[in-house]
């Protein structure tokens, strides 16, 4: 598993120069506070700048909304970095970071700069759980996101990893492209398999993964009624292993393939 760099964008946001932004957290409470008013000027300005950004940043997005968000200068090399928020009708929302001419922009999503002081407040951006959950669905059927956050990038910008719940208890790392284009392969992995790593699952608990791992046992095994159970690895095919003991002493090792069936 290649590192995940935790936090894109921390060290620049937090020096950045803006008025106040409401902060979306990733499971929004039932009554969050409004967003602000968007300045005219800066959604004028945005939506100016944003279609040759977009294209710097090879990013998949038909432009439905931006603005310019504020800027921010590096103290040691001195390297102004202009942020924007822009809405996509196909891809969800973005933040963009430019760091002069020839740079391509850096690329967050929505979700991944929620409670910074870059949080997305367009209209189109307020649910960002939104972006992940046809794409989410779609790898699994019986997943309907509930929470997701960001969780960072692969340090060779491979990939971009979110934590997803589903509102049946299970949890997820849904491994995406950077940036994140929802046309493009993912792949979700159960949050056991990142409980080893420094990118834990944190939307669900130990209790909700040993539950996630007993229907795999339950989907394959009819005599077991599991006692203990472990998730052993993973091989290149993209299968999962898991070793279960049942409460007659018996003992499994259960298959679960790429698209979360046992076998």
């Known amino acids: 598993m290649r590192p995940i760099i935790i ?22 409470p039932a009554k969050p506070a409004p967003p602000p008013p968007i300045n005219p000027d800066a959604r004028a300005k945005g939506k100016a700048d944003a279609p040759a950004l977009i294209k ?16 921010s200068v590096d103290p040691k090399t001195k390297v102004k970095s202009v942020f924007y928020e822009v809405a996509c009708k196909d891809a969800g929302g973005f933040v963009l970071a430019t760091h002069g001419p020839g740079v391509p922009p850096d690329v967050a999503t929505c979700l991944e700069v929620a409670g910074s002081p ?3 407040i367009l209209p189109a951006d307020l649910d960002p759980k939104a972006q992940l959950a046809a794409l989410t669905t779609r790898l699994d059927p019986t997943c309907t996101v509930s929470g997701a956050k960001g969780v960072g990038h692969a340090t060779d910008g491979s990939k971009t990893v979110f934590e997803v719940a589903c509102a ?56 077991c009624v599991v006692k203990d159970r472990r998730y052993m690895g993973g091989d290149a095919a993209g299968k999962l292993y898991y070793e279960f003991s049942c409460q007659t002493g018996k003992g499994y090792i259960v298959p679960q393939t790429p698209d979360f069936a046992s076998g």
């Open 7 to 28: 936090g894109l964008f921390a060290a620049i946001l937090a020096a950045i120069a803006l008025p106040s932004a409401a902060a979306f957290a990733a499971t929004a």
């Open 56 to 71: 710097a940043a090879n990013l998949t997005c038909t432009l439905a909304d931006a603005r310019e968000i504020g800027e």
């Open 118 to 120: 870059a949080a997305c």
């Open 168 to 223: 049946n208890g299970d949890g997820f790392m849904l491994e995406t492209s950077y940036p994140f284009d929802p046309s493009k392969p993912a792949k979700l992995m159960p949050c056991i398999v990142y409980d080893a790593s420094t990118a834990k699952c944190s939307l669900t608990d130990a209790a909700a993964h040993a539950a996630q791992m007993d229907r795999v046992a339950a989907g394959a095994l009819k005599d």
